[in-house]
């Protein structure tokens, strides 16, 4: 009784440590907030060793209060500050800051709008061609690394899987749920080239700055291992192979469709810095500022899932826009409890499989609507805009990516390959292709 009582006290005491990670703030308010809390929960949980209940729901109250304010905090102080480095870093590569621009080049369109009244107001949302700062500090933060590292935690090796059921998209996909009660999903296919090319799109994902992208990593299941025993029969009727690699990823809840923007829907599709923004509302204005992330991601990936299947297939059918995205999902409130928070409004991508093998394979067919839709778009997120930039003048994802997948998964990353030469140089042209972007933007809207 004594040793586990330590050993509660010793985790709490970890648990302050984390709450105090990175944190530079004077030591009152939130702060001191979750202090109170650790030191209560300390003690509710020494006295619920000892058999004694007293005062514990009490308790639970005040230290759910506080700690859910301090979190909140804690969330919008990271937030502030990585939209204050990724505009930082923007400004690093020579994007949308001041000097940007080649003088008297500018078309006369854009003097004029640079010229308009309104300049000002529109400056609250657009900088340059990115959205600025201050509307990014609203936009719901996504997977941060944090989040990344501590799901990769909780999933690792040592978590024990309680049950698995039917779900997460195609028919062999599941739903796996820990013994903790939280679930992930288990997307299993016989074809490696597409595990390959969806763990890729996530670790890239990761490089170009985007945090939509579902924390993923690659799990196989050895017959007979303690984590798996409690579903083998379940294992067995899902027809999956033993011993071959797949990829597991967070699962979100709380989701709702979502749809094309009118921005990007019709043929005059273009999400430029211009004074109509100032028309929409809040949430259209966080929605699109994601949107400027995923097709820049789709683009480099050659996804044809989100959009460009649509636009391609209007032909045949001219509403074929304005029904719900494929494999995109807005978070609609926050998750059941038991689940860390993801924001709502956060758009959710899935790769699906797709991305970066079999279609650079499709381009023949599907370059020309690629090329439409990342013509459309001239507004940017700093982050991503300035790894685009980094990406270009090095002209080594390819190595960089295969890196950041070893270092990841010191083990799995052995079971898929890297990706072929030429699909690396087919990603390395794709990010100079939306470098390109960014700079006949610039030379559109760059400060003067
Ligand atoms: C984040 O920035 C907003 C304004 O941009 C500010 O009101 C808020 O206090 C900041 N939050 C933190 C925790 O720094
Ligand atoms: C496991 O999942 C199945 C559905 O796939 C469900 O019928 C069953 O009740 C679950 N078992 C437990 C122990 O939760
Ligand atoms: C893609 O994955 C998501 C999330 O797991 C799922 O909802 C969707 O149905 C999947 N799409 C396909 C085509 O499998
Ligand atoms: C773009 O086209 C759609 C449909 O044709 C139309 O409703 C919309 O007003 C147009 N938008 C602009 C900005 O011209």
Redesign the pocket.
């Known amino acids: 009784m004594m040793l586990s009582g330590a050993l509660v006290v010793c985790s709490l005491l970890a648990t302050l440590a984390t709450l105090g990670e990175g944190l530079t703030v004077s030591k009152s308010g939130p702060w001191r907030r979750a202090r109170e809390y650790v030191v209560l929960q300390q003690q509710q949980q020494v006295r619920t060793l000892h058999g004694k209940h007293t005062a514990a729901t009490l308790t639970m109250e005040r230290r759910d209060g506080g700690l859910a304010q301090f979190k909140q905090w804690q969330r919008e102080a990271q937030t502030n500050r990585s939209a204050h480095d990724a505009h930082a870093a923007a400004a690093a590569a020579g994007i949308s800051a001041a000097g940007d621009q080649p003088a008297g080049e500018a078309p006369a369109a854009a003097r004029q709008t640079k010229t308009h009244g309104s300049d000002h107001e529109l400056s609250a949302v657009a900088d340059g061609v990115l959205w600025s700062a201050k509307l990014e500090r609203r936009v719901p933060t996504g997977f941060s690394d944090d989040d990344v590292v501590a799901w990769k935690r909780a999933t690792s090796d040592s978590a024990v899987v309680?049950?698995?059921?039917?779900g997460c998209g195609r028919m062999q996909n599941r739903v796996v749920?820990w013994r903790d009660g939280t679930h992930s999903c288990a997307r299993y296919r016989l074809n490696a080239e597409q595990i390959q090319g969806e763990i890729y799109s996530f670790y890239l994902s990761r490089l170009l700055g985007i945090a939509n992208v579902p924390p993923s990593r690659l799990s196989m299941i050895h017959p007979r291992e303690k984590r798996w025993l409690a579903v083998s029969e379940?294992l067995a009727a899902a027809e999956w192979q033993l011993e071959k690699p797949f990829v597991l990823a967070r699962y979100v809840d709380g989701l709702t469709p979502a749809y094309i923007p009118p921005e990007m829907r019709y043929a005059n599709r273009s999400l430029h810095p211009s004074r109509r923004l100032l028309e929409k509302s809040e949430d259209e204005l966080r929605e699109l500022v994601q949107w400027s992330d995923l097709i820049v991601l789709d683009y480099v990936t050659g996804n044809v899932d989100r959009v460009v299947n649509n636009m391609f297939n209007e032909q045949w059918n001219a509403y074929v826009m304005d029904a719900p995205a494929h494999n995109l999902d807005r978070v609609a409130a926050p998750p059941a409890s038991g689940s860390r928070q993801v924001a709502p409004g956060l758009l959710v991508f899935y790769d699906n499989e797709s991305g970066l093998l079999h279609s650079y394979r499709l381009l023949d067919t599907y370059q020309a609507y690629h090329d439409k839709l990342l013509r459309s778009l001239c507004l940017f997120r700093a982050k991503n805009a300035a790894a685009i930039a980094k990406f270009h003048d090095a002209g080594n994802v390819g190595d960089v990516l295969w890196k950041t997948f070893a270092t990841a998964e010191p083990e799995m990353h052995k079971l898929v390959p890297r990706l072929p030469a030429r699909n690396e140089a087919i990603l390395n042209k794709r990010i100079t292709d939306v470098f390109n972007q960014i700079q006949r933007c610039s030379k559109l809207y760059g400060k003067s």
């Open positions: 309680a049950n698995i059921s039917i749920t379940q």
